[in-house]
């Protein structure tokens, strides 16, 4: 039910070629996938993100247990028929929502007591309470509970969530018994070496079907991001995809993949079109921007998204000043093909053993 194959390795750096197999199809890797947080990529329609060529999409199961709750997803179903979506879907654990979101929270071995922030409600999390949640949402790859340390923190703040994530991961392994859904085990430490280490030593004990890499991209250093990219892919089993979580960026998608990354999501897509931002191949634009307003041109000179083919940056900026819905959804289903043809053109390179090339041609154009 869960396959994941390597199809061709960069001879000039650790970028490799793969797939996933699950019940709901297969995932070409490296790959981003779309955040649909609340069960939608916010305002993208299923048929959009099957358009743009999307095989897998991230649910969160913090938001969806505290709203509709997983009780009620599973009645529906399971997550793919409440959403209408017919491809693959892997949840988040909400370990990083907790610990970011909550307004007040108390944390011990057993779990994680926190406040709602919709509502205040009390809750109490644990790794079995999780994994019950995530079951009964019926994705096709769950996620651990795992703490995620903050940036900056000290050596025994993070080494103490590395105990915890490894306590937790035991513990979510035991109980995870779903036959369709595999489980992921997060990979902790901070910026701090000797404890990634250490936290990838304690979950390969455990022989998860796959591996993430959790709490980067939180505040570090880009350098430190990538020097804990190279020391894990000498670290975590070759034969197993790995996921760098939260990150997105173009840069990182190209620098992580460069040190071996699979699988990769993140919010920026859709959060930068909410504000007016698109992605283009020279960098970021700021569409609401006053020097756009009588510009005619698409959004990217070289994209064939239904939207660069259709509107310009001039009827854009005016949707953008309006107010109108529009705006956001349109810059949205960019954003998404932007990063979705971007990982498309990578695996290219890859097969064709031209990754190196691509890699400082893309950074030749790209402004950041």
């Excluded at 490799?16 to 995932?27: P, S, V, Y």
């Excluded at 890499?213 to 939180?218: K, N, R």
């Excluded at 959004?299 to 001039?314: H, I, M, P």
């Excluded at 954003?335 to 390179?349: D, G, H, P, T």
């Amino acid at each position: 039910m869960f396959k994941f194959e390597i199809l061709k390795r960069d001879s000039e750096s650790a970028a490799r070629l793969g797939r996933i197999t699950t019940d709901h199809g297969t995932i070409d890797t490296p790959v981003f996938m779309p955040v649909g947080t609340q069960a939608t990529v916010k305002s993208l329609t299923p048929e959009d993100l099957y358009e743009i060529g999307i095989d897998i999409i991230l649910s969160n199961t913090y938001h969806l247990y505290l709203r509709p709750g997983e009780d009620l997803v599973e009645k529906a179903g399971g997550l793919h028929h409440f959403m209408n979506w017919k491809r693959n879907i892997l949840t988040d654990s909400g370990g990083f929502q907790v610990f970011s979101l909550a307004k007040l929270r108390r944390i011990n071995d057993d779990g994680v007591y926190f406040n709602s922030h919709i509502d205040g409600s009390v809750h109490f999390l644990t790794p079995e309470k999780v994994m019950e949640i995530e079951q009964k949402l019926g994705a096709d790859i769950a996620m651990c509970f795992d703490e995620c340390a903050p940036y900056p923190c000290t050596f025994a703040e993070a080494e103490r969530a590395v105990e915890r994530t490894s306590l937790w991961a035991r513990r979510c392994h035991k109980v995870h018994k779903r036959e369709n859904q595999s489980l992921f085990g997060i990979v902790q430490g901070n910026v701090f070496p000797e404890l990634r280490e250490k936290s990838a030593r304690d979950l390969l004990e455990l022989d998860f079907p796959g591996y993430a890499i959790g709490g980067l991209s939180v505040g570090e250093p880009k350098e430190d991001m990538y020097t804990i990219l190279e020391l894990m892919h000498s670290l975590l089993p070759a034969a197993k995809p790995r996921y760098l979580m939260g990150v997105g960026t173009p840069e990182d998608l190209l620098e992580g993949v460069k040190r071996g990354v699979d699988m990769f999501d993140c919010v920026l897509p859709t959060r930068l079109a909410r504000h007016g931002t698109a992605y283009t191949i020279e960098g970021k634009i700021t569409v609401r921007n006053a020097t756009f307003a009588d510009d005619f041109s698409p959004l990217d000179r070289e994209c064939g998204c239904y939207v660069c083919r259709n509107y310009s940056r001039a009827y854009l900026r005016h949707l953008i000043k309006a107010e109108e819905i529009l705006a956001s959804r349109l810059l949205s289903y960019h954003n998404v093909y932007f990063l979705a043809k971007l990982m498309e053109n990578i695996r290219k390179a890859i097969r064709e053993g031209s990754f190196s090339d691509f890699y400082h041609h893309f950074f030749s154009n790209y402004r950041f």
